[in-house]
């Protein structure tokens, strides 16, 4: 009996092994979270990841958000499979891929997250690893991960960037400090950077971006930087022709903002090796 469980396990690791090999490396992975609901955490992901495709990266987009899967309707997608498929095994992550804006591929989110029967830590890890292996497909994969959720800890675990999008209101910023303190620091990140949104200067910003940063410094002893901002604007997010922003007001400030800090993800992505998954 032991020397088929033995054996068992052999062809197991070997079969993850040359699947492995055939996906080519792992892409790296940028999650997108807020403190809290509402600062426009998925308008940010969708237009980010939009506009690294559009620099010429092979983006894969997953909108993990468990209670308002918004990033298919972004992208003007009707999806057929959704990330549900993959949480239940019902499919694996390359039969769901969508062909959204901008030639990025799109992992659509959950619109009844009570039909799926509480998934648990075992159904998050199959995500994040078949997510490993969608070299062949892309060189970032950008997770939306909303407001927060029950898979988040799984992708912060292992993500090369996080991005916390706040916006300058007085509650978000708690939020999003109280959220990098209790959910993110523990997990010793490879990286964390604070993107504000919906704010009416460079000098606004920086104040947010310094007052969070030396909040962690202090007292969680790590270092978050400001990634980026982007101005107050709007209609943000969808145009006319249910295209992102970057693609329908490619002009705009806005859409020049998250084209820049796109490009910033694009070529600094990486600060340190990834940590394996438990």
């Known amino acids: 009996m032991r020397d088929q469980a033995f054996q068992l396990r052999n062809l197991v690791n070997k079969a993850n092994q040359q699947r492995q090999e055939l996906t080519g490396p792992r892409p790296k992975l940028v999650v997108a979270m807020g403190g809290k609901g509402g600062v426009g955490t998925t ?57 959204g804006p901008g ?33 062949d497909h892309a060189d ?27 916006t300058p209101d007085t509650v978000a910023v708690m939020d999003s400090y109280a959220t990098i303190k209790t959910l993110i620091a523990p997990l010793e990140p490879a990286s964390v950077q604070i993107v504000v949104n919906r704010v009416q200067s460079a000098e606004i910003a920086q104040d947010v971006g310094t007052r969070i940063g030396r909040s962690c410094r202090k007292f969680l002893d790590l270092d978050v930087d400001l990634a980026g901002w982007i101005p107050t604007a709007r209609n943000i997010g969808l145009g006319t022709g249910h295209q992102p922003l970057v693609i329908e007001q490619s002009a705009s400030l806005t859409a020049l903002a998250i084209t820049k800090l796109a490009m910033s993800l694009a070529h600094t992505t990486d600060p340190k090796p990834r940590r394996a998954a438990a």
């Open 43 to 99: 308008t940010i992901a969708v237009n980010a990841a939009v506009a690294m495709s559009l620099q010429g990266s092979r983006v894969v987009l997953v909108d993990a958000g468990m209670y308002r899967a918004d990033v298919a309707t972004m992208c003007g997608l009707t999806e057929r499979r959704t990330v549900a498929d993959v949480l239940t095994a019902r499919n694996d992550i390359h039969e769901v891929l969508e062909r």
């Open 140 to 166: 970032f994969v950008v997770v939306d991960a909303g407001g927060g959720g029950a898979m988040v800890r799984k992708f912060c675990e292992v993500a090369e960037q996080i991005l916390m999008v706040t």
């Open 103 to 135: 030639g990025l591929l799109v992992v659509p989110g959950l619109w009844a997250p009570e039909n799926v029967k509480q998934t648990g830590d075992t159904a998050h890890q199959r995500l994040v690893d078949q997510l490993a292996t969608l070299g």
